[in-house]
């Protein structure tokens, strides 16, 4: 079931609406087929098995918008060759390659929901309706328990309230920035660190099984 976020009224990127709290429940157990096979995917994951992880995805895995999918696009974010990445990026590619790996497991260790064609989505705020009139580029899920709302942009700073598990809206998310400026869905403004807000657009995955009723990965892809 998805769950929309309501907002009543938009004014210079906060909102003004009641808040809304969206706790993280995960499916996954109900269906043991699925908790082996993510288990078991993980453990790949975590071992950089490239093979195994591949073996364990559709074959027509969707990674990104516009791009071609596939077992080919996934081996190539798994093990870039710094010969195809830009110029600038060359130097970076073992940077780069754990990067995608990290987001990978991350993702994966998320609870998530069953859609209502059975699919299992990762994480479960995905399921989270964003209105028509929210940039969802501005959108963040509070991933935390009472995280601190804080009145300026540094750890010791007064805390405003307690947030858990809220969409709040961030105009200007800088990620070299520990702290970031947020608006509460009513309009509260303050501080919230980064570790704690996951982009609405950020990454998200996919279970789904075939028609031999084995589990698969075939989404794994981030943006709008």
């Given at each position: 079931?998805?769950?929309?976020?309501?907002?009543?009224?938009?004014?210079?990127g906060?909102?003004?609406?009641?808040?809304?709290s969206?706790?993280?429940?995960?499916?996954?157990d109900r269906?043991?087929?699925?908790?082996a096979?993510r288990?078991?995917?993980?453990?790949?994951?975590?071992?950089?098995?490239?093979e195994?992880?591949?073996?364990?995805t559709?074959?027509?895995?969707?990674?990104?918008?516009?791009?071609?999918g596939?077992?080919l696009?996934?081996?190539?974010n798994?093990?870039?060759d710094p010969?195809?990445?830009?110029?600038?990026d060359?130097?970076?590619?073992?940077k780069i390659r754990?990067?995608?790996?990290?987001d990978?497991e991350?993702?994966?260790?998320?609870?998530g929901?069953?859609?209502?064609?059975?699919?299992?989505?990762?994480?479960?705020?995905?399921?989270?309706?964003?209105?028509?009139?929210?940039?969802?580029?501005?959108?963040?899920y509070?991933?935390?328990?009472?995280?601190?709302?804080?009145k300026a942009?540094?750890?010791?700073?007064?805390?405003?309230?307690?947030?858990?598990?809220?969409?709040?809206?961030?105009p200007s998310?800088?990620?070299v920035?520990?702290y970031?400026?947020?608006?509460?869905?009513?309009?509260?403004?303050g501080?919230?660190?980064?570790?704690?807000?996951?982009?609405?657009t950020?990454?998200?995955?996919?279970?789904?099984?075939?028609?031999?009723?084995?589990?698969?990965?075939?989404?794994?892809?981030s943006?709008?």
């Amino acid at each position: 079931m998805k769950f929309t976020l309501v907002l009543l009224a938009m004014i210079c990127g906060p909102a003004l609406a009641e808040r809304q709290s969206f706790p993280p429940v995960d499916e996954a157990d109900r269906d043991p087929t699925l908790v082996a096979f993510r288990e078991a995917l993980l453990a790949k994951v975590a071992a950089r098995d490239i093979e195994g992880v591949i073996a364990d995805t559709c074959p027509d895995i969707y990674l990104s918008h516009g791009g071609n999918g596939g077992p080919l696009e996934l081996r190539a974010n798994l093990d870039p060759d710094p010969e195809t990445l830009p110029e600038q990026d060359r130097r970076h590619a073992d940077k780069i390659r754990e990067g995608y790996w990290s987001d990978l497991e991350h993702t994966l260790t998320q609870p998530g929901y069953f859609d209502e064609e059975g699919e299992f989505w990762m994480p479960h705020q995905w399921q989270i309706t964003l209105p028509a009139t929210l940039d969802p580029h501005m959108a963040f899920y509070v991933t935390g328990q009472d995280v601190a709302l804080r009145k300026a942009a540094v750890g010791g700073a007064p805390i405003l309230a307690l947030i858990s598990h809220e969409i709040v809206i961030a105009p200007s998310y800088s990620e070299v920035n520990d702290y970031q400026s947020v608006y509460l869905t009513d309009g509260t403004a303050g501080y919230m660190h980064s570790d704690y807000l996951w982009p609405m657009t950020g990454h998200r995955a996919a279970f789904v099984k075939s028609d031999a009723g084995e589990w698969q990965l075939c989404t794994f892809v981030s943006g709008d």
